[in-house]
């Protein structure tokens, strides 16, 4: 009778289903409540797919209707050096998406980090020019994305294509291939691939140079007949910054395209850092100094419910645009695995999601959310 209490009423009360956590098996979990809405979903890594990781699955199995790999797919993990491919794992991953009947996410083809540098090289070890440097991009997503045809069901094609300034990135695809890299890879994909979604996905989207920049790129695909069917915004949030008017206007711009939404590697950084910076641009780290590390010996209950505070009004900006957004992946299942501990300093304890490290729901989170959602209820 609560569940269905919880399920009819307020936004509060999905909320609260969302992060309470319930571990009764007749109450609801995480994509139960959002059935109607959009996918729930988790990176995995490759801790997670051991196949006798129990526990894993079934707070999957619970939790979860959509799965994403962390770095199982990115060109270096499965195509180290030019005549080899190491699928071992990406398969393991995949399987794991059908046995748990999940929407699969292929994660990354195209990106400027985590690609070899023989990728862009020959066997002289001097820069390819633009055909070469092209030919040797589709025979990869021909390779991977063939490889998984009709089981991974959405892919993020190019990943991170943009500075915050919204200039293109001057990476070694722009160099070499020019701005049309893009283009040539969602062609490929959709080539290979016909009935798999293809997105962009970036960070910081929330930046309107950066996001107009993007919305540009997909305004010229789309009178070209590039196909695209949504842009992934990574939720590399802090606990204030950026606002949810920011994070909504995003939201609004790529909807206005007709395009879906996906919030992607979604997570709640707690730290600081010496430039107060956000986002996911890994090669941006720093030395460990003792003043940037102040939750060693723990976190206190005022940021626990900052953490959880911060959570809650995500997800009412969230479901208030459930007719544009089709996903919300968090990256990450519990704070021990989050990328945060090293990033962007090292030997750091992160607490940015919202299941501890024995795969429970954080006690403040229910607790904070628990008087939101008594006080709904008492308006009804």
């Not at 399920?7 to 909320?15: D, E, F, M, T, Y």
């Not at 500075?163 to 990476?171: F, L, N, P, Q, V």
Request: net charge negative; proline share 4%; charged share 30%.
């Amino acid at each position: 009778m609560m569940s269905a209490l919880l399920k009819r009423s307020s936004l509060v009360g999905l909320i609260f289903i969302l992060l309470s956590g319930f571990s009764t098996n007749d109450q609801l979990g995480f994509k139960e409540v959002f059935t109607d809405d959009f996918y729930i979903g988790s990176a995995l890594s490759l801790r997670n797919i051991n196949v006798d990781n129990n526990k894993v699955k079934q707070v999957l199995s619970k939790h979860f209707n959509s799965i994403s790999p962390e770095n199982l797919l990115k060109w270096q993990s499965v195509h180290p050096r030019p005549n080899d491919y190491f699928f071992e794992s990406a398969d393991r991953y995949v399987e794991l998406g059908e046995q748990l009947n999940m929407f699969t996410v292929g994660h990354t083809l195209v990106w400027h980090n985590q690609t070899p540098s023989w990728v862009f090289r020959n066997s002289d070890g001097e820069l390819l020019d633009r055909n070469a440097l092209a030919k040797r991009m589709e025979g990869h997503i021909e390779t991977v994305v063939g490889r998984y045809k009709g089981r991974i069901h959405g892919w993020d094609v190019v990943n991170e294509a943009f500075t915050d300034d919204g200039e293109y990135r001057k990476s070694n695809w722009y160099k070499t291939i020019g701005k049309d890299f893009i283009k040539m890879a969602f062609r490929k994909t959709k080539e290979v691939d016909a009935e798999a979604e293809l997105y962009y996905n970036d960070y910081n989207l929330w930046k309107p140079r950066k996001i107009d920049a993007v919305i540009g790129l997909v305004k010229q695909m789309k009178t070209e007949g590039v196909p695209i069917d949504g842009v992934g915004m990574q939720g590399h949030y802090g606990l204030e910054t950026p606002t949810l008017e920011q994070i909504e206007a995003s939201i609004k711009k790529i909807a206005d395209q007709g395009l879906k939404v996906m919030i992607t590697e979604l997570d709640i950084d707690v730290l600081p850092n010496p430039t107060n910076r956000r986002g996911a641009d890994i090669d941006d780290n720093f030395d460990y100094e003792p003043q940037y590390d102040p939750l060693k010996n723990g976190i206190p209950e005022e940021i626990k419910e900052k953490l959880a505070q911060r959570y809650l009004e995500l997800f009412q900006l969230f479901q208030k645009y459930r007719w544009a957004i089709s996903r919300v992946t968090f990256w990450g299942i519990r704070d021990q695995d989050s990328w945060l501990n090293n990033w962007p300093i090292r030997g750091r304890t992160a607490y940015p999601l919202v299941f501890e490290n024995d795969y429970s729901i954080k006690e403040e989170v229910i607790k904070q959310i628990k008087i939101l959602k008594d006080q709904d209820e008492a308006m009804l």
